[in-house]
């Protein structure tokens, strides 16, 4: 996972200080590009342990619609409690607009099986895209995200607003568009994602995986942070672990977490870090 490692040394040697919303400060970019072939294992960074399980099943609950923490919380994962309601809503965040866009007519839009499906029967297509980015349901950024979420509004505006699949050869590649990037804590969770999802989609398609391109536009390591960047800048990176997944699944919204199982992953010790609010 050289490629983390060079986006985290160029945020550390080349990010100019910037304030940010949460009040921490940050070193800060804009623009970067990595890019991921898939056939050569898979991408997880190796100089941190880093907790696959959260990565999954926030995954699958982004597929299966929901926006509400219930589903990640019954599967102990707690990474989007802090934006949440005391009742668990987060308002019509990822899942939400993947599954559930809402029509101008009142009807809702499933953008992801209507990408599967133009992808199966379309694949040179320049339109394969979903969006997250739905301006009717930002945040109002005077009150905090619990308050936007209690109000039906977008907890936190999407980070990750919007990927393009690309069809080649018997490949299916995947580029997504990440607004603000918080390099230690979630870049490694958006990287692994994506490349699982990327994966996931090529086989329901019968399609091999092909890369995934992840593009940047703030790329920032929040100056708390910085000891922990350091460590890991410190550290030689191993080769990367092989996902197999489930051959028999067809459908995207049949996976489920035992479908999953990654090998071979060696991994430096876990880092902690704090998350900005
Ligand atoms: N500042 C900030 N950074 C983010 O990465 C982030 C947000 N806010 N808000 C929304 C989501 C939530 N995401 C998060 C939130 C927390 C962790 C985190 O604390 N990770 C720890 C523990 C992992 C675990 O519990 O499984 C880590 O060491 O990776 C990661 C991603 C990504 N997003
Ligand atoms: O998937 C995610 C979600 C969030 N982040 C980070 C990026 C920023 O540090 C914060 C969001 O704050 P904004 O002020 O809305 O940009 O969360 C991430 O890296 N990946």
């Given amino acids: 996972m050289k490629e983390y490692l060079q986006l985290m040394q160029h945020v550390r040697e080349h990010g100019i200080k910037k304030e940010d919303r949460t009040g921490t400060g940050t070193l800060s970019v804009f623009g970067y590009q990595m890019r991921f072939d898939l056939q050569q294992g898979f991408p997880l960074v190796t100089t941190k342990k880093c907790h696959l399980k959260s990565i999954i099943h926030e995954l699958l609950w982004f597929l299966k619609g929901e926006t509400n923490t219930a589903y990640l919380k019954q599967h102990g994962v707690s990474i989007w409690d802090e934006w949440a309601t005391d009742e668990g809503e987060l308002g019509p965040v990822y899942g939400a607009q993947w599954r559930s866009w809402p029509a101008p007519d009142g009807a809702t839009i499933d953008q992801i099986s209507q990408v599967v499906e133009q992808i199966k029967t379309n694949p040179d297509s320049r339109r394969l895209i979903v969006s997250a ?9 005077s009150i905090s995200p619990k308050a936007n979420a209690a109000k039906g509004l977008q907890a936190l505006p999407p980070c990750h607003t919007m990927f393009q699949f690309y069809v080649l050869e018997g490949k299916l590649s995947c580029q997504l568009y990440q607004r603000s990037g918080d390099v230690f804590l979630g870049v490694p969770f958006n990287i692994a994602s994506y490349a699982l999802l990327t994966m996931m989609v090529a086989q329901v398609c019968d399609l091999e995986p092909g890369e995934f391109i992840h593009t940047l536009g703030d790329a920032h390591l929040y100056v708390n942070h910085l000891e922990q960047a350091d460590t890991q800048l410190s550290r ?19 996976f489920c977490f035992d479908d999953f199982s990654l090998q071979d992953y060696q991994a430096h010790p876990h880092i902690k870090a704090p998350v900005a609010i």
């Fill in 236 to 254: 030689v990176p191993f080769a990367r672990p092989t996902m197999h997944i489930n051959p028999q699944v067809k459908d995207l919204s049949a």
């Fill in 133 to 141: 980015w739905n301006p009717a349901v930002l945040p109002d950024s």
